[in-house]
């Protein structure tokens, strides 16, 4: 269970330790290395861990991040590295106190960047059948108002970090400020954010039973092979729907520009083709099929070498 110390995530350690807490691997807690009160929310978690009879164990920022100025997505990265490692080592479920106000914030950054259905899902997205981890978000339909009335009826202890009220922060501009503006000028505005958000979960969910049971594709190290007979049909339109799916099960994220580029290049491209995706991923057209590479995976012809039939 990830626990920051923050509000949120120590209601879900009271929670989770009353209802199910035979079932928590360890309590896990991240240092971002931000200040005092990063110091002392790591100090809490561990503390309240310990009081629970819990495993805790701990992370932090690399000494060379703080060399560089820090942003949202730098720490979000180390933390989710460091979740990561330690959930592959033990097989477990990362489980995260996101609520549901953080859902509608995370619709809210997503409208902002002219994001797709595949991007509004946010964290009802389910998890790809191929990631290396596993997230549960038990608190994610739960406003951020019962929450906090949780922590007051139990006396949940917490420590605040001053991060959440600087301005400087995208997510801390949306919440202060963007939204209740738009609720003003709007109400029900995070509520319609909400419903867009389930709607274009279930979308991804049925898009993805569809390339399993319709397409098939099949995963090689590094990689994805998908049959050139299954697509031939497809539309640039179709491509565009259907490339941002398979980029995803190999962990390859593409932006509106790279999926424009790869829709509509991919009716007419010849065997032996390729294009390039940013972050060093490849597309490749073969003999029979299109094959989509992770940066740093064997190509089609090393494949082949190494005894990996890409064709």
Known sequence: MAVSGGRDSMVLLDAMAGARGHEIAAIATFNHGTGAAATRACTLVERAALGLELPVVSGAMPRAAHEEAPTEASWRAARWRFLNGWAEEHRATVVTAHTRDDQIETVVLRLLRDAGPRGLAGMLAAPSSVAPLTVARPLLEVPRATVMEYARARGVTFIEDPSNRSMAHQRNRVRHELLPALERAQPGFGEWCWDRSVCAAAWRRELATFVDDVLMPTMVPGGLVLSLASVRALSPEGWA???????????????????????????????????PLSGGAVIERTASSFVIRAAHAPSVTEGGAMGVSLY
């Open 241 to 275: 729907v259907l490339w941002p799916e398979l980029a995803g099960r190999v962990s390859v994220t593409m932006d509106w520009r790279g999926i424009a580029r790869a829709s509509a290049w991919a009716p007419s491209a010849r065997a032996g083709a390729h294009i």
